[in-house]
């Protein structure tokens, strides 16, 4: 059947976006800062990311008013180095994440498209 590839391939980004969102869980655990924090009995250390967002919120103008936006705080930390590997990692994690919530959406469409079509094609009714 012709649409047998959209089942295999919803089924693939099901399973990846999965993949990525652990893979995303668990390097942010290993966030060189919340593992810091654990060694000194301080359970709730903020993430690098965490970080550079609350002081990113905490500054004067915001991307509308013409102030940085959060990218562009987060690319100065990097090059500060003040952002460990694995909270880069997160966010790498984090962006093929959602382009993988994109193509199983744009799969899913398609299988509602389809499924619209063969109700169609039946009268309309589900007997
Ligand atoms: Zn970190």
Redesign the pocket.
Known sequence: MKHQQLFIDHAYWTAERKRLQEAGSEEMSK???VQAGLERFKFNEK??IESVHEAWRSQPGDPYSGGPSFEEDWLEAISEGS??E??INVRDLRKQRMAAGRKLGGIRSAITRIGQRLAKANGGGCD
């Open positions: 966030c060189d800062r993430t690098c952002v460990c694995h909270c």
